[in-house]
T-cell receptor
Framework: GESVGLHLPTLSVQEGDNSIINCAYSNSASDYFIWYKQESGKGPQFIIDIRSNMDKRQGQRVTVLLNKTVKHLSLQIAATQPGDSAVYFC???????????FGTGTRLLVSP | EPEVTQTPSHQVTQMGQEVILRCVPISNHLYFYWYRQILGQKVEFLVS????????KSEIFDDQFSVERPDGSNFTLKIRSTKLEDSAMYFC????????????FGQGTRLTVV
C-alpha cells in the first residue's frame, strides 16, 4: 500500500537549536519527496524537495536526507527560530502517479 | 512572487446544497490539483487535472465531486450535494512541468457544512 507516517507528533526545541523531523514512507517506488511547512490557517508551504537519485539536499538552513534502504526521510533545520514553529509534513510522489501522499505531520514548537 | 489564489476563504453551506470552490493556479503551470484537510488531520489528495481532463482521482472523489477549467485561468471544484463530512479545508495546488516539480498550494477554502 502507500502510506507516509511521522515518528514524532510534536517536537519542542529552544531557539537556536537544530531540529530534526523524521518521516517514514512505505512505497519503495516513490521517486520524489517534498517537505512542507503549514502555519495555522494557511496552506502547505514548500520547503525543500529531493529526488530518489539523491541522498541529501541542502537549502537555506534546511537539509533533507533520504535513506532509501530503510525508507526514511528527515528534515534538519539549523538554528531554529520562533518563526519556524508550524506543522511539518513530508509528502511522497509514487512513481507514475500524479499526486502527493502526505504524512500525518509533526508540530514543531520553538521556545525563545 | 506568483501564487495560487483561492476563493472564498470560508464557505458555509447547508447540507445537500451545491458548492463551487474556485482557484486561480499559477499562470504558466500545467498541472492542477485539489486536496482536502479535515481539521487536525493530514492533507488528502482528491484529484489531479492536466490537459483539460482528470489524470488521477482518489476514492474520496466520488460522483458528487467534479472539476472544471472553464477558461484559461480558473480551476473549480464542485460538490453537488454537500454532506456534513465534507467539512474541511480544501486546497488547490499547481505545478509546472509534472508532479516531480514542486507543487504550490493556495491558502485554502474552509468549507463548513451545517
Amino acid at each position: 500500500g502507500e502510506s507516509v507516517g511521522l515518528h514524532l507528533p510534536t517536537l519542542s526545541v529552544q531557539e537556536g537549536d537544530n531540529s530534526i523531523i523524521n518521516c517514514a514512507y512505505s512505497n519503495s517506488a516513490s521517486d520524489y519527496f517534498i517537505w512542507y511547512k503549514q502555519e495555522s490557517g494557511k496552506g502547505p508551504q514548500f520547503i525543500i524537495d529531493i529526488r530518489s537519485n539523491m541522498d541529501k539536499r541542502q537549502g537555506q538552513r534546511v537539509t533533507v536526507l533520504l535513506n532509501k534502504t530503510v525508507k526514511h526521510l528527515s528534515l534538519q533545520i539549523a538554528a531554529t527560530q520562533p518563526g519556524d514553529s508550524a506543522v511539518y509534513f513530508c509528502a511522497e510522489n509514487p512513481a507514475g502517479f500524479q499526486k502527493l501522499v502526505f504524512g500525518t505531520g509533526t508540530r514543531l514548537l520553538v521556545s525563545p | 512572487e506568483p501564487e495560487v489564489t483561492q476563493t472564498p476563504s470560508h464557505q458555509v453551506t447547508q447540507m445537500g446544497q451545491e458548492v463551487i470552490l474556485r482557484c486561480v493556479p499559477i499562470s504558466n503551470h500545467l498541472y492542477f490539483y485539489w486536496y482536502r484537510q479535515i481539521l487536525g488531520q493530514k492533507v488528502e489528495f482528491l484529484v489531479s487535472f492536466y490537459n483539460n481532463e482528470i489524470s488521477e482521482k482518489s476514492e474520496i472523489f466520488d460522483d458528487q465531486f467534479s472539476v472544471e477549467r472553464p477558461d484559461g485561468s480558473n480551476f473549480t471544484l464542485k460538490i453537488r450535494s454537500t454532506k456534513l463530512e465534507d467539512s474541511a479545508m480544501y486546497f488547490c495546488a499547481s505545478s509546472g512541468e509534472d508532479m516531480n516539480t514542486e507543487a504550490f498550494f493556495g491558502q485554502g477554502t474552509r468549507l463548513t457544512v451545517v
